[in-house]
């Protein structure tokens, strides 16, 4: 009970900007903390929902007086993100397979529990917790969180710079873990297990997911039990802003799958692709993935994202401190209080923004934009994602112009070709006559002059990325050598390429916010 009121007390200080109540993503586990107009919104990664928090507590509005919401509320929302380029910042996060270091095993929930009450304990954070179970954890601005498959993630504040990235996060879960034998891997698909060895982690929500989304896609269960992401946030000025913004990062978003493509083994051998992780999103459920081409219409913006996502079944819905199954159900009818499982209920704008969640889009719109298409990866490359993306490409105005004209004639067909086609072929995709290797040296060339022109020295997070695009070797097809070379065709030397841990100064240029 007291860590109940802990999480109310944390929910009544989120002072998100909003029209009336608060928005709220989460404070931790599938949701970020929203903040004022002067910070970004930011999210947890985008295999789930739900805040461990809003599980627990959001029931309602907070205080909004209105009892019903409309359309216009659920644009407002979005367009609430709007904020002038001086308050614009870089948010990231980033998931991890935690493994025993003697087995090479996924944790059991029960060795997932002692570690985030070992890192409570000794760095001071808040414990989220579901009835006795440990779900998350919560230290300011950054947070940690479980996805279905026992994947931790962190997300930390939001920041100006590259040059702030350095984070106590690797040494903070090192710190603790190295004692309890356990290790985290740098990877976008569990390399070894099979999904029936790994654990079940005990979050009610997590019921209803496992049982719905089998029902939807083939490869449901890896996305869920199997994969982890990098992802990175960016704020927008205007609905212009966003618009140009959104187009750009979408076309691109298979440019960074190939370039950041880490996942090329399954059950301990290769499955065929360079990105399993992103090919497990091909068909985990069509009615809420993809590359939703509406995006480039000229007639999109806000509402007609809110059109789509209203249209996007939902999965379940918090009332009564319980969820309720609402799989496949319509927002719309909640909005007009004929959900059939909770008849006469209308949804708050919490609700709404739980549903946003629930869609996987390769870029998603909430109150900011979030790149989706890059597996997790070695410390490296965790920082030169939002290198990439924010600081090199989106926020620089040449540059997003440069992209602009880049994209201006590509078809639908041809960035739908390319998604399908890049987790298995990556940067040797054929494009327009030529390798998207090509067209990838070029991109990274803009988002090097971007960064230059911030004069913050900051285009040395592209190092590793850089190689990427010279030699065309993308970080899976280096270990896919080292697999038929030294390792013997043997793929537990992976779990020692790719740990994740402090450098030697017992800090990393990792990112959780960056």
């Known amino acids: 009970m007291a860590q109940e009121k802990k999480n109310q007390k944390l929910l009544e200080n989120d002072k998100g900007a909003g029209h009336g109540s608060l928005f709220l993503d989460s404070l931790v586990a599938f949701h970020a903390f929203q903040y004022s107009g002067k910070q970004p919104g930011f999210a947890f990664s985008d295999e789930g929902e739900r805040s461990s928090c809003h599980e627990l507590l959001a029931i309602s509005c907070f205080g909004s007086t209105k009892p019903m919401i409309t359309k216009e509320d659920l644009v407002a929302c979005l367009a609430s993100g709007c904020k002038p380029k001086g308050n614009w910042r870089i948010g990231a996060e980033h998931e991890k397979f935690g493994f025993d270091l003697g087995t090479l095993r996924p944790l059991r929930y029960e060795q997932i529990a002692e570690l985030l009450h070992g890192i409570a304990e000794r760095f001071d954070w808040d414990k989220v917790m579901e009835g006795d179970n440990i779900i998350g954890l919560v230290q300011g601005k950054q947070s940690i969180s479980l996805e279905p498959g026992g994947q931790l993630e962190l997300s930390g504040a939001p920041v100006e710079t590259c040059i702030r990235l350095v984070l106590r996060s690797i040494h903070t879960f090192h710190s603790v873990a190295e004692k309890m034998g356990v290790g985290f891997l740098g990877i976008g698909f569990q390399p070894k297990c099979e999904i029936e060895d790994i654990p079940i982690i005990p979050k009610a929500r997590f019921g209803i997911i496992r049982k719905y989304w089998p029902q939807v896609g083939s490869l449901a269960r890896d996305v869920m039990y199997r994969t982890c992401t990098v992802q990175v946030n960016l704020d927008f000025s205007s609905e212009l802003d966003m618009i140009r913004k959104f187009r750009a990062s979408l076309a691109l978003q298979p440019i960074a799958t190939a370039l950041f493509a880490n996942s090329p083994f399954t059950e301990g051998k290769p499955n065929g692709h360079l990105s399993m992780r992103s090919h497990s999103w091909t068909d985990a459920d069509n009615n809420r ?37 609402c799989s496949g159900m319509s927002f719309r009818d909640f909005m007009a209080g004929k959900l059939p499982i909770l008849p006469g209920e209308y949804p708050t704008l919490n609700d709404w923004e739980n549903h946003l969640t629930t869609v996987y889009p390769e870029v998603r719109l909430k109150r900011y934009l979030e790149m989706r298409g890059a597996d997790a990866g070695p410390l490296g490359m965790l920082h030169a994602l939002p290198a990439f993306w924010v600081v090199g490409l989106l926020y620089d105005e040449v540059s997003l112009q440069n992209v602009l004209d880049l994209i201006a004639d590509w078809t639908s067909e041809e960035r739908q070709t390319l998604r399908d086609k890049v987790p298995m072929t990556g940067l040797n995709t054929p494009f327009r006559g030529r390798l998207l290797r090509h067209v990838a040296e070029k991109v990274i060339k803009w988002a090097k002059d971007g960064l230059e022109r911030r004069g913050l020295d900051e285009a040395v997070y592209l190092k590793e990325l850089e190689e990427v695009g010279k030699t065309g070797m993308t970080p899976a097809e280096k270990l896919l050598q080292m697999y038929h070379g030294k390792w013997g065709q043997n793929v537990d030397p992976v779990f020692q390429e790719l740990l994740l841990k402090p450098d030697s100064h017992g800090t990393s240029v990792v990112s959780s916010r960056v």
């Open 289 to 325: 993935t993809g590359m939703i081409p509406f995006v480039f219409d000229h007639s999109f913006g806000f509402e007609r994202y809110v059109d789509y996502a209203l249209d996007v079944p939902m999965i379940c819905v918090y009332r009564q401190k319980k969820y309720f199954d």
